[in-house]
């Protein structure tokens, strides 16, 4: 019986929370990864480009629930998330036009793309909280939880409760939806056969035919999908504040290098890696370990390596030793 409650433990505190996370750090490193494996260079706006497209979509949830327009049990995020994509589309592609096509059209190093995309990641962050503000927005409604840990506890008969959040599931669910439609898009369309041959080479693409401009702007239309999604499943989940989602860069790019940049599965097995690594450095095990070990053993502590205010820097000291060991991440993408 201890048994099976520090397994519900761990679930509750570690597993599920993990498994959410990863969900939405692997769907941002998707979009940093197919940044940098197509348009050849590391994108810094990427966290504030979800924000942009969180924010466009909280807007719209305001103004369904305005009109008094809800999903029922689902949080009415969902239905604004058409158009939220639609808004960060929209400035990424203008954005590109005004800003990147120029350093392209110049053959701007790598670097400096970089140098320019910092200078408008500070101009979206700057922009996102003019419109919406500086504090916390939570726009989650809908049913809370899937299962209370009242409602557990009273099936099992088990003293530890298994609470799983509505936005756990939507998150999981909805990445598993988006990262399929992904994979089927670039493996079995032609546009995607095309933007994978322009990411292998881009002279023998253009060889072929291939129009650069149209592999750029639908790279920049999925990146913006991406983007969005991820940001609305996070904002749901926690809460939507725009200097987080500043933050929320560290552990992406570590996502998407410990994969291997430029590979969209190490971008999603590099996401699940940082995840359950800053959740389980950052648990306090107290709970788990009364559970396992005898009397005389149990810990007076909480057992936690390090407080929750310093899980960025577990993906830190992960980027550094993978870039230190294996530059080119878990699945041989390209070299940082």
């Not at 990864?33 to 706006?45: E, H, K, Q, V």
């Not at 059209?105 to 408008?120: C, F, H, R, T, Y």
């Not at 005389?296 to 057992?303: C, E, I, S, T």
Request: charge should be positive.
């Amino acid at each position: 019986m201890d048994l099976l409650n520090a397994i519900v433990a761990l679930s509750n505190f570690v597993l599920v929370p993990a498994i959410a996370y990863g969900s939405q750090l692997a769907l941002g490193a998707l979009g940093v990864t197919l940044i940098y494996g197509i348009l050849r260079f590391s994108n810094f706006a990427h966290g504030d480009t979800m924000a942009f497209g969180t924010m466009a979509t909280i807007l719209f949830t305001w103004w369904f629930q305005s009109l008094g327009i809800s999903f029922g049990p689902l949080p009415t995020a969902l239905l604004a998330l058409p158009l939220g994509i639609l808004g960060c589309m929209a400035i990424v592609l203008l954005t590109d036009r005004g800003i990147y096509r120029f350093y392209r059209e110049q053959k701007a190093k790598p670097v400096i793309l970089v140098i320019v995309s910092m200078g408008v990641m500070f101009i979206m962050n700057g922009l996102v909280r003019v419109i919406i503000g500086p504090d916390d927005q939570n726009f989650a409604d809908g049913d809370r939880f899937i299962i209370t840990a009242r409602e557990f506890r009273e099936m099992t008969g088990l003293r530890e409760g298994l609470a799983l959040k509505s936005t756990q599931g939507i998150t999981v669910i909805t990445a598993v939806i988006v990262v399929a439609l992904l994979f089927w898009f670039l493996n079995r369309t032609r546009t995607g056969k095309s933007m994978r041959a322009y990411s292998d080479n881009e002279d023998l693409a253009l060889l072929s035919g291939i129009n650069p401009e149209r592999v750029v702007m639908i790279t920049w239309l999925i990146v913006a999908a991406l983007a969005t999604v991820a940001g609305v499943l996070y904002g749901l989940d926690k809460s939507f504040k725009p200097f987080v989602y500043f933050q929320l860069l560290l552990p992406i790019f570590a996502s998407a290098i410990v994969g291997g940049l430029g590979s969209p599965v190490g971008a999603i097995a590099g996401g699940f890696i940082i995840a359950f690594s800053e959740v389980t450095i950052t648990y306090a095990w107290k709970k788990v370990l009364t559970y396992l070990l005898p009397e005389a053993w149990q810990p007076d502590g909480l057992v936690q390596l390090m407080s929750t205010d310093y899980k960025f820097a577990v993906s830190f000291v992960i980027l550094l030793i993978v870039l230190l060991v294996k530059p080119t991440g878990l699945f041989k993408g390209k070299s940082v």
